[in-house]
Protein backbone atom coordinates (compact mmCIF):
# COMPACT_ATOMS: atom_id res chain seq x y z
CA UNK A 1 0.00 0.00 0.00
CA UNK A 2 1.59 3.53 -1.31
CA UNK A 3 1.79 5.77 1.36
CA UNK A 4 1.30 10.03 1.02
CA UNK A 5 4.34 12.50 1.28
CA UNK A 6 5.58 13.19 4.43
CA UNK A 7 4.59 17.02 4.03
CA UNK A 8 0.79 15.49 3.76
CA UNK A 9 1.28 13.22 7.00
CA UNK A 10 2.44 16.83 8.95
CA UNK A 11 -0.56 18.79 7.40
CA UNK A 12 -2.85 16.48 8.50
CA UNK A 13 -2.19 15.34 12.11
CA UNK A 14 0.27 18.62 12.76
CA UNK A 15 -2.56 20.43 14.84
CA UNK A 16 -3.66 16.94 16.70
CA UNK A 17 0.04 16.34 17.98
CA UNK A 18 0.48 20.31 19.26
CA UNK A 19 -2.65 19.93 21.04
CA UNK A 20 -1.63 16.47 22.35
CA UNK A 21 1.75 17.28 23.68
CA UNK A 22 0.39 20.89 24.76
CA UNK A 23 -1.99 19.25 27.11
CA UNK A 24 0.47 16.56 28.07
CA UNK A 25 3.86 18.94 28.79
CA UNK A 26 2.17 22.66 29.07
CA UNK A 27 2.25 25.51 26.51
CA UNK A 28 6.00 26.22 27.09
CA UNK A 29 7.34 22.83 26.12
CA UNK A 30 4.61 22.06 23.41
CA UNK A 31 6.55 24.03 20.52
CA UNK A 32 9.79 22.00 20.95
CA UNK A 33 8.21 18.23 21.50
CA UNK A 34 5.93 18.97 18.17
CA UNK A 35 8.93 19.57 16.13
CA UNK A 36 10.86 16.47 18.20
CA UNK A 37 7.91 14.35 17.12
CA UNK A 38 7.87 15.13 13.68
CA UNK A 39 11.57 15.13 13.65
CA UNK A 40 11.56 11.60 14.75
CA UNK A 41 8.65 10.76 12.46
CA UNK A 42 10.46 11.90 9.01
CA UNK A 43 13.32 9.82 10.03
CA UNK A 44 11.11 6.66 10.87
CA UNK A 45 8.45 7.27 8.07
CA UNK A 46 10.10 5.23 5.36
CA UNK A 47 9.64 2.08 7.55
CA UNK A 48 6.24 2.73 8.17
CA UNK A 49 4.08 -0.19 6.91
CA UNK A 50 1.71 1.70 4.50
CA UNK A 51 -1.39 0.00 6.32
CA UNK A 52 -0.54 1.57 9.87
CA UNK A 53 -2.55 3.87 11.91
CA UNK A 54 -0.43 7.07 11.50
CA UNK A 55 -2.41 8.78 14.26
CA UNK A 56 -1.51 6.27 16.99
CA UNK A 57 1.86 6.12 15.35
CA UNK A 58 2.03 10.14 15.67
CA UNK A 59 1.20 10.06 19.31
CA UNK A 60 3.49 6.97 20.66
CA UNK A 61 6.35 9.11 19.13
CA UNK A 62 5.03 12.28 20.85
CA UNK A 63 4.40 10.52 24.19
CA UNK A 64 8.24 9.49 23.92
CA UNK A 65 9.33 13.27 23.29
CA UNK A 66 7.33 14.12 26.41
CA UNK A 67 9.16 11.80 28.68
CA UNK A 68 12.26 12.83 27.30
CA UNK A 69 11.26 16.69 27.88
CA UNK A 70 9.88 15.35 31.46
CA UNK A 71 12.93 13.80 32.18
CA UNK A 72 15.20 16.77 30.93
CA UNK A 73 12.95 19.64 32.76
CA UNK A 74 13.37 17.04 35.99
CA UNK A 75 17.20 17.07 36.09
CA UNK A 76 17.02 21.00 35.57
CA UNK A 77 18.01 23.57 38.49
CA UNK A 78 14.46 24.80 39.80
CA UNK A 79 14.54 28.94 39.85
CA UNK A 80 14.15 30.55 43.67
CA UNK A 81 10.65 32.13 42.19
CA UNK A 82 8.45 30.66 40.03
CA UNK A 83 6.78 32.80 37.04
CA UNK A 84 3.39 32.41 36.42
CA UNK A 85 2.11 30.86 33.65
CA UNK A 86 1.12 33.53 30.81
CA UNK A 87 -1.06 33.21 27.62
CA UNK A 88 0.91 33.70 24.19
CA UNK A 89 2.09 37.04 23.42
CA UNK A 90 0.66 36.56 19.50
CA UNK A 91 -2.92 37.78 21.13
CA UNK A 92 -4.57 35.02 18.96
CA UNK A 93 -7.67 34.03 20.22
CA UNK A 94 -7.52 30.15 20.08
CA UNK A 95 -4.07 30.16 22.11
CA UNK A 96 -3.54 28.29 25.21
CA UNK A 97 -5.52 28.75 28.24
CA UNK A 98 -2.85 29.34 30.94
CA UNK A 99 -5.83 28.00 33.77
CA UNK A 100 -6.63 24.94 31.83
CA UNK A 101 -3.00 24.03 31.78
CA UNK A 102 -3.00 24.50 35.29
CA UNK A 103 -5.73 22.15 35.71
CA UNK A 104 -4.56 20.15 33.35
CA UNK A 105 -0.97 19.54 35.23
CA UNK A 106 -2.54 19.10 38.55
CA UNK A 107 -4.06 15.75 37.42
CA UNK A 108 -2.48 12.68 37.67
CA UNK A 109 0.29 11.84 35.08
CA UNK A 110 -1.82 8.88 33.65
CA UNK A 111 -4.93 10.77 33.24
CA UNK A 112 -3.85 13.64 31.82
CA UNK A 113 -2.32 11.62 29.16
CA UNK A 114 -5.57 9.58 29.48
CA UNK A 115 -7.53 12.50 28.58
CA UNK A 116 -4.82 14.03 26.02
CA UNK A 117 -4.49 10.89 23.62
CA UNK A 118 -8.26 10.01 23.58
CA UNK A 119 -10.42 13.33 23.40
CA UNK A 120 -7.66 15.00 21.77
CA UNK A 121 -6.03 12.43 19.45
CA UNK A 122 -9.24 10.11 19.22
CA UNK A 123 -7.22 7.24 20.05
CA UNK A 124 -9.45 4.39 21.30
CA UNK A 125 -8.89 3.42 24.96
CA UNK A 126 -7.19 -0.06 23.48
CA UNK A 127 -4.17 1.50 21.13
CA UNK A 128 -3.92 4.51 24.51
CA UNK A 129 -2.88 1.44 26.73
CA UNK A 130 -0.60 0.27 24.08
CA UNK A 131 0.94 3.50 24.62
CA UNK A 132 1.22 4.13 27.72
CA UNK A 133 1.64 0.31 29.45
CA UNK A 134 -1.79 -1.06 31.61
CA UNK A 135 -5.02 -2.58 30.75
CA UNK A 136 -7.69 -0.83 28.31
CA UNK A 137 -10.14 -0.57 31.40
CA UNK A 138 -7.25 0.98 33.48
CA UNK A 139 -6.86 3.71 30.47
CA UNK A 140 -10.86 4.01 30.15
CA UNK A 141 -11.10 4.57 33.93
CA UNK A 142 -8.39 7.21 33.47
CA UNK A 143 -9.48 9.22 30.85
CA UNK A 144 -12.99 9.37 32.44
CA UNK A 145 -11.84 10.33 35.91
CA UNK A 146 -9.55 13.11 34.49
CA UNK A 147 -11.99 14.49 32.45
CA UNK A 148 -15.09 14.40 35.50
CA UNK A 149 -11.74 16.24 37.57
CA UNK A 150 -11.58 18.99 35.22
CA UNK A 151 -15.18 19.74 34.44
CA UNK A 152 -15.08 20.41 38.67
CA UNK A 153 -11.63 22.13 38.17
CA UNK A 154 -11.55 24.10 35.21
CA UNK A 155 -13.14 27.28 36.61
CA UNK A 156 -15.50 28.71 33.65
CA UNK A 157 -18.10 26.82 32.78
CA UNK A 158 -18.41 23.40 35.56
CA UNK A 159 -20.06 20.70 33.47
CA UNK A 160 -22.96 19.27 36.01
CA UNK A 161 -23.73 16.53 34.04
CA UNK A 162 -20.57 14.21 34.61
CA UNK A 163 -21.58 11.67 32.12
CA UNK A 164 -19.13 8.14 31.51
CA UNK A 165 -17.02 8.28 28.50
CA UNK A 166 -19.22 5.29 26.25
CA UNK A 167 -17.17 2.51 25.08
CA UNK A 168 -14.67 3.92 22.14
CA UNK A 169 -15.71 0.20 19.99
CA UNK A 170 -18.94 1.54 19.58
CA UNK A 171 -17.91 5.32 18.76
CA UNK A 172 -18.42 6.70 15.70
CA UNK A 173 -17.87 10.70 16.20
CA UNK A 174 -14.67 12.08 13.44
CA UNK A 175 -12.32 11.67 15.90
CA UNK A 176 -10.16 15.18 15.13
CA UNK A 177 -12.53 17.17 16.61
CA UNK A 178 -14.99 17.93 14.23
CA UNK A 179 -18.19 16.00 16.01
CA UNK A 180 -21.69 17.38 14.92
CA UNK A 181 -22.73 17.68 18.43
CA UNK A 182 -25.69 14.68 17.79
CA UNK A 183 -23.78 11.63 18.78
CA UNK A 184 -23.07 10.89 23.05
CA UNK A 185 -20.75 11.77 25.49
CA UNK A 186 -17.12 11.45 23.29
CA UNK A 187 -18.49 14.54 21.36
CA UNK A 188 -18.80 16.71 23.51
CA UNK A 189 -15.48 16.56 25.12
CA UNK A 190 -13.28 17.12 21.62
CA UNK A 191 -14.08 20.70 21.85
CA UNK A 192 -16.70 21.28 18.76
CA UNK A 193 -19.82 19.26 20.65
CA UNK A 194 -22.90 19.87 21.28
CA UNK A 195 -24.99 20.83 24.49
CA UNK A 196 -23.30 18.67 27.01
CA UNK A 197 -19.55 20.47 25.89
CA UNK A 198 -17.24 22.07 28.93
CA UNK A 199 -14.96 25.20 28.59
CA UNK A 200 -12.27 22.78 29.42
CA UNK A 201 -13.27 20.50 26.61
CA UNK A 202 -13.31 23.23 23.77
CA UNK A 203 -10.19 24.74 24.88
CA UNK A 204 -8.80 21.48 24.71
CA UNK A 205 -9.89 21.37 21.07
CA UNK A 206 -8.67 24.98 20.01
CA UNK A 207 -5.75 25.21 18.91
CA UNK A 208 -4.78 24.47 15.31
CA UNK A 209 -1.74 24.75 13.39
Not at 2 to 31: C, N, W
Not at 75 to 99: H, I, K, N, Q, T
Amino acid sequence: MSKPPFEQIVTEHGPMVLRVVRAVLGPHDAEDAWSETFLAALRAYPELPGDANVAAWLVTVAHRKAIDVTRANARRPVPAGVLPERPSAAGRPEDWDPDLWRALKALPERQRHAVAYHYLAGLPYKEIAAVTGGSTDAARRAAADGMRTLRRTYPAHPDPDPDPDPDPETDTRTRTGTGTGTSTGTDTSTGTGGRGSTAADNETGAKGR
